[in-house]
DNA sequence: CGAGCAGGATTGCAGCAACGTTGCGGCGCC
DNA sequence: GGCGCCGCAACGTTGCTGCAATCCTGCTCG
């Protein structure tokens, strides 16, 4: 799961960015308007999370932008106008929820659940491959009804790739959907996560395999 | 090959995914009809498996919504319900197959197969020469549904051609998609690439060959 | 019509870049 | 303070890739 927090103020989104990790999502982190439709045209984000109060204009009006270039995404206003008109006002353009600020980070993740939930554009709500079967709803892996209990970067690695199963993903596209687009990376730790994932999926018989496709990415494929 | 699967019986949906997943077929999972729609909207299926009994209406009704996304897209119609007449209503409902339960997985794969032999190419972003099928977006190709293990370099020779499929390419346009503007190269490597795609193409009876044009450059094309 | 030639095809080989694996240390979290 | 995740780096391994030598094929020109 991959969010874009549209938000000005530092200390919100790194306090956002800590409390959503602990709960296996990647968030990127985008200051301003220009900011987030550049992070949105060159990369692929499950839900936005919007501040309204933007040093180049009102949050809102990216709203149909958003719409025109990704229309089914799911966007949360976060805003410190809580009037009854101005939730009016930002639902009617579309946003799918509208939270005033200040909130509680948990009903945040509570709504973002309920969101990802119901919205149209978080699908297959499973995916099976061999005897591998992940739960994009859940956020969880299990073999033979058996749940894999993986570390925070694993999942990230095994969701991106079942998302795309047996399709070949490409190694940046992987680094960002682990680590996000900001998060630097200079080593080979993410082969290490593969690595050991495939270690976990052999010892579970998972009835999968990581195939790797030299200067290309990874994919995901029952084993043979 | 992906194909979407509406079926609200668990067992059902865990025994097409297993026969499937042996010829290389992927099968998303949507035990309803919401469910289906929503992964419709945000994936790229090349057909649809209905099941009519389901926990939120009947299946037909799905067919209209779907011709309305994505209209060229086959429909295969499963029920128990198997009387002729109940055969052309769904056929007329728009299904372009329908089949009683129990059904032989195999007759399945066979109109599977049959289907979208017939059908127009439903992703704009995959080429089909022959048995290749070439997929821009997951830069891969695959022949029946088999993905071609190639490296880098026989698969950006293999992408340049596929782009202009039945054109013909010159041999400086080729060897920039392959190497870059700024990359030298002071041999006849990229034939050596090309002859080594030769080799895997027929191997796997891909149904293409490229044809190299004298002074010019190749071109990709269905074998005769 | 045949020889010569140029461009293309094929293949073995060696270098090296990409990938795999593992251990370590730091850091955060119970 | 113990435990486990994670980034990092070192080192082993694989197999892609550029190169060149050799063979093949189609074209040209006398």
Redesign the pocket.
């Known amino acids: 799961m991959r969010l874009l927090l549209v938000e000005d103020e530092l200390e919100m989104a790194a306090a956002l960015a ?1 409390a959503l ?2 709960y ?1 999502m990647i968030l990127d982190h985008a200051p301003t308007l220009d900011h987030a439709m550049a992070a949105l045209a060159n990369h692929v984000h499950d839900g936005i999370i919007l501040d309204r109060q933007l040093p180049d204009g009102d949050g809102l009006s990216l709203i149909p932008r958003v719409r025109a270039l990704k229309s089914g995404i799911p966007v949360i206003v976060l805003t410190a106008r809580g009037a009854v008109d101005e939730r009016v006002r930002g639902l009617d353009m579309g946003a799918d929820d509208y939270l005033a600020k200040p909130f509680a980070v948990e009903e945040l993740l509570a709504r973002i659940r309920a969101l990802m939930r119901r919205s149209p554009d978080i699908a297959p709500i499973t995916a099976r491959i061999g005897n591998l079967v992940f739960d994009f709803d859940g956020r969880q892996a299990s073999v033979n009804g058996r749940i894999l ?8 690695v095994l969701e991106a790739l079942a998302r795309r199963q047996g399709r070949t993903v490409q ?1 940046s596209t992987l680094e960002e959907s ?2 996000g687009y900001d ?14 994932l ?2 976990k999926l052999s010892e579970t018989s998972a009835g999968v395999e ?9 994919l995901l494929r029952p084993s043979l």
Chains 1, 2 share one sequence.
């Open positions: 800590a990790g602990r296996d209990d993986l570390p925070r970067r694993e999942l990230l190694r682990v680590y998060d630097e990376i200079q080593s080979n730790s993410l082969d290490a996560h593969v690595s050991r495939r270690r990581i195939h790797s496709i030299r200067g290309v990415g990874y």
